[in-house]
């Protein structure tokens, strides 16, 4: 099991730059390596959309949504998964979720990131 804390929501006007952060704990064997990340996000009314994963080989994948814009990273020392967002928009705003996962994907896809079992409980970002 693992758990998930994110921090670092807020509100920016738009163009602005946000990131978000989220610690995880209690890993199986104490091994972050093991697990896949990834951030999805909900807005009310909407949806769950994923907007990046991060595999336990390091690669990244993106939302056509925020591709070139976020960028998701991981300090396995820490170990905290990071996501960083600039030239944030107004259809950005929503519910930030941190999630992980140990199942195998190939490849592992933002899609999926919504699926993944573990999850945080949030945090708001509010782009006007």
């Known amino acids: 099991q693992v758990q998930l804390v994110e921090s670092g929501g807020g509100s920016v006007q738009a163009g602005g730059s946000l990131r978000l952060s989220c610690e995880a704990s209690s890993y199986t064997n104490n091994d972050p390596t093991k697990y896949c990340f990834g951030w999805f996000r909900q807005a009310p009314g909407k949806e769950r959309e994923g907007v990046a994963s991060?595999?336990?080989?390091?690669?990244?994948a993106y939302a056509e949504s925020v591709k070139g814009r976020f960028t998701i990273s991981k300090d396995n020392a820490k170990p905290i998964v990071y996501l960083q967002m600039n030239n944030l928009k107004p259809e950005d705003s929503g519910t930030y979720y941190c999630a992980a996962s140990r199942g195998f994907y190939s490849p592992l896809l933002a899609r999926h990131v919504p699926n993944f079992p573990y999850r945080g409980r949030g945090t708001q970002v509010t782009v006007s």
């Open positions: 991060l595999d336990f080989r390091g690669r990244m």
